[in-house]
């Protein structure tokens, strides 16, 4: 039995035929998106502090990488838990009024 | 097949989208009161505005036999000085007793401050004194899961409101589950970018099911597109799904939930 409340109508095969395709695209994408951060110049204030004195987002986008090679359910929802700021209080003042994809380190 | 369009903000869109989105099948649609892209510098903007939403827009969208609705409130992204919130909210209840205004809405938060959780907490507070529908905004990317939970905990501890008739919108993979077995309704808002795409959304109808869960454009002057809801219908029947779930989904649900204001009509 299904531990999901609707099974996905398609079949496997159904579901590669639909969406292949889309997502090779999209891998390409994210790897062209590597490459050319990696070809960029340095930023003249220097980096912004992630793993590797690299840019927190990107830092954080390799990890979800990781995530995704994982076996198991659910992908998408623990790779939206590890883009999410995991702190529990409200702070103290709105530094800003967009998001940025991924916590500050600070809140990491 | 009808839809209703139960989150778009259509004074950001041109009257081309209103004829698309009537061709498409939209027969109503909710408009919650949000940010312009820009701090307003008066609460009289915000009177002028809920005066556009009240009276301006309806009469636009009868033009195509669409029925427009709207919820009231300063968002959360004003909200972090409370004395302007606090003189913007004083307009409200002058408002809502106009025949297409169905709540409070699209109250919540946004980065998360303390602030914004005060001014929410006092907009829950008006709702629950005047007994009106809520429609909730939940934060974007990183601080949605926090926001989220920050929000269901506030309404617990804060007030006695029903949660049948709250919506808590823009749920994705991380937050659909939270509100819904929370006993709230759930919104799944269609983004290109930021938030679900149609794919996405009919995954997560496929892991929790169709019960208190709807789908909407959020439409606005961002990147987004007034037509997600029927793109995504397509997107379900693509996938296979039956023409009584992609209904549920985006009819029946929306009429269900709205349907407990009277003002609320399906009927251009």
């Given at each position: 039995?299904?531990r999901?409340?609707?099974?996905?109508?398609?079949?496997?095969?159904?579901v590669?035929?639909?969406?292949?395709?889309?997502?090779?695209?999209?891998?390409?994408?994210?790897?062209?998106?590597?490459?050319?951060?990696?070809?960029?110049?340095?930023?003249?204030?220097?980096?912004?502090?992630?793993?590797?004195?690299?840019?927190?987002r990107?830092?954080?986008?390799?990890?979800?990488?990781?995530?995704?090679?994982e076996?198991?359910?659910?992908?998408?929802?623990?790779?939206?838990?590890?883009?999410?700021?995991?702190?529990?209080q409200?702070?103290?003042?709105?530094?800003?009024?967009?998001?940025?994809?991924v916590?500050?380190?600070?809140?990491? | 097949?009808?839809?209703?369009?139960?989150?778009?903000?259509?004074?950001?869109r041109?009257?081309?989208?209103?004829?698309?989105?009537?061709?498409?099948?939209?027969?109503?649609?909710?408009?919650?009161?949000?940010?312009?892209?820009?701090?307003?510098?008066?609460?009289?903007?915000f009177?002028?505005?809920?005066?556009?939403?009240t009276?301006?827009?309806?009469?636009?969208a009868?033009?195509?036999?669409?029925?427009?609705?709207?919820?009231?409130?300063?968002?959360?992204?004003?909200?972090e000085?409370?004395?302007?919130?606090?003189?913007?909210?004083?307009?409200?209840?002058?408002?809502?007793?106009?025949?297409?205004?169905?709540?409070?809405?699209e109250?919540?938060?946004?980065?998360?401050?303390?602030?914004?959780?005060?001014?929410?907490?006092?907009?829950?507070?008006?709702?629950?004194?005047?007994?009106?529908?809520?429609?909730?905004?939940?934060?974007?990317?990183?601080?949605?899961?926090?926001?989220?939970?920050?929000?269901?905990?506030?309404?617990?501890?804060?007030?006695?409101?029903?949660?049948?008739?709250?919506?808590?919108?823009?749920?994705?993979?991380?937050?659909?589950?939270?509100?819904?077995?929370?006993?709230?309704?759930?919104?799944?808002?269609?983004?290109?970018?930021?938030?679900?795409?149609?794919q996405?959304?009919?995954?997560?109808?496929?892991?929790?099911?169709?019960?208190?869960?709807?789908?909407?454009?959020?439409?606005?002057?961002?990147?987004?597109?007034?037509?997600?809801?029927?793109?995504c219908?397509?997107?379900?029947?693509?996938?296979?799904?039956?023409?009584?779930?992609?209904?549920?989904?985006?009819?029946?649900?929306?009429?269900t939930?709205?349907?407990?204001?009277?003002?609320?009509?399906?009927?251009?």
């Amino acid at each position: 039995m299904s531990r999901y409340a609707i099974d996905c109508p398609a079949t496997k095969s159904q579901v590669v035929d639909l969406y292949f395709m889309e997502h090779r695209a999209k891998l390409l994408d994210i790897a062209a998106f590597l490459d050319r951060y990696d070809r960029a110049p340095a930023d003249d204030e220097g980096h912004r502090g992630g793993a590797a004195g690299e840019d927190f987002r990107v830092a954080a986008l390799r990890k979800a990488l990781r995530i995704l090679r994982e076996d198991g359910p659910e992908r998408a929802r623990r790779i939206q838990e590890h883009f999410s700021d995991m702190t529990e209080q409200p702070i103290e003042k709105a530094p800003m009024q967009g998001a940025l994809g991924v916590p500050p380190v600070s809140r990491t | 097949m009808p839809y209703i369009d139960p989150h778009i903000h259509m004074v950001s869109r041109t009257t081309d989208d209103y004829a698309r989105m009537a061709q498409a099948g939209c027969v109503a649609i909710t408009e919650p009161a949000f940010w312009a892209g820009y701090d307003r510098s008066s609460p009289k903007g915000f009177y002028d505005y809920f005066r556009q939403l009240t009276e301006y827009e309806p009469a636009r969208a009868a033009q195509f036999n669409i029925r427009h609705h709207c919820w009231l409130c300063i968002n959360p992204k004003e909200a972090e000085d409370p004395g302007f919130a606090r003189e913007v909210m004083t307009l409200i209840p002058e408002f809502l007793d106009r025949p297409n205004v169905l709540g409070i809405g699209e109250i919540g938060l946004n980065k998360n401050s303390k602030n914004e959780l005060t001014i929410f907490e006092e907009h829950l507070g008006l709702a629950q004194q005047l007994d009106q529908l809520i429609l909730i905004h939940t934060p974007h990317l990183e601080d949605k899961l926090k926001g989220t939970r920050l929000i269901i905990d506030a309404i617990k501890r804060n007030t006695n409101l029903d949660p049948g008739r709250i919506l808590i919108d823009h749920v994705e993979e991380h937050t659909a589950k939270l509100v819904l077995d929370n006993g709230f309704w759930a919104g799944m808002t269609l983004y290109p970018d930021t938030k679900c795409t149609p794919q996405r959304a009919a995954d997560i109808i496929e892991m929790y099911g169709t019960e208190r869960l709807w789908i909407n454009s959020a439409g606005d002057w961002g990147i987004s597109d007034p037509l997600s809801v029927p793109k995504c219908r397509v997107e379900m029947k693509r996938r296979g799904h039956t023409d009584e779930t992609i209904e549920t989904i985006s009819y029946r649900n929306p009429l269900t939930f709205l349907s407990q204001s009277s003002k609320f009509s399906t009927h251009g």
